[in-house]
T-cell receptor, first 110, second 114 residues
Framework: DAKTTQPPSMDCAEGRAANLPCNHSTISGNEYVYWYRQIHSQGPQYIIHGLKNNETNEMASLIITEDRKSSTLILPHATLRDTAVYYCIVRIVNDYKLSFGAGTTVTVRA | EPEVTQTPSHQVTQMGQEVILRCVPISNHLYFYWYRQILGQKVEFLVSFYNNEISEKSEIFDDQFSVERPDGSNFTLKIRSTKLEDSAMYFC????????????FGEGSWLTVV
């Protein structure tokens, strides 16, 4: 029942911006886009979420296309500690669970 | 920054034994969750809990699992009679009831059933 499609892996150079794509072509008007990451086998870490506007916080920026069918998570200056599995999740605002897919394994290289 | 804390970080138990995993959610959060991740697999939802009762559970959360909020701060997951296939990382999580309802996870309890 995957609602999102992400590339399985990507590499990024340390200090450069990492742009992580996510397709969610069947997203509904009441569904948010959430991004989490998981470093090794630690607990998933919340990064950012948005409904239709672009969002930015201290960790990342989220760019959602106007038709909301895809989004991009931007890590502005990737560090080695950003190496992790990144999950793009679509979620109804009142749905009290998250459905994780396989995510994108991001490797930041020195 | 407030965080979800879990204990123990790692537990080894004999098959058939009861296990209780403990969690202290973020203090002003009202929704509590358990997820699990079998090694090499996806993070899976087990159960959500609100107002002292289960609000939703997955097919995985069968009769051998139970959850409880025994006091004002702890939230527990009990596995009554552990099986080998219960070996996994168990994550507790919590959220408020505001817009977006962001869910925050603990660092996990690694359960090994032998």
């Amino acid at each position: 029942d995957a609602k999102t499609t992400q590339p399985p892996s990507m590499d990024c150079a340390e200090g450069r911006a990492a742009n992580l794509p996510c397709n969610h072509s069947t997203i509904s008007g009441n569904e948010y886009v959430y991004w989490y990451r998981q470093i090794h086998s630690q607990g998933p870490q919340y990064i950012i979420h948005g409904l239709k506007n672009n969002e930015t916080n201290e960790m990342a920026s989220l760019i959602i296309t106007e038709d909301r069918k895809s989004s991009t998570l931007i890590l502005p200056h990737a560090t080695l500690r950003d190496t992790a599995v990144y999950y793009c999740i679509v979620r109804i605002v009142n749905d009290y669970k998250l459905s994780f897919g396989a995510g994108t394994t991001v490797t930041v290289r020195a | 920054e407030p965080e979800v804390t879990q204990t123990p970080s790692h537990q080894v138990t004999q098959m058939g034994q009861e296990v209780i995993l403990r969690c202290v959610p973020i203090s002003n959060h009202l929704y509590f969750y358990w997820y699990r991740q079998i090694l090499g697999q996806k993070v899976e939802f087990l159960v959500s809990f609100y107002n002292n009762e289960i609000s939703e559970k997955s097919e995985i959360f069968d009769d051998q699992f139970s959850v409880e909020r025994p006091d004002g701060s702890n939230f527990t997951l009990k596995i009554r009679s552990t099986k080998l296939e219960d070996s996994a990382m168990y994550f507790c999580a919590s959220s408020r009831m505001d817009s977006g309802n962001t869910i925050y996870f603990g660092e996990g309890s690694w359960l090994t059933v032998v």
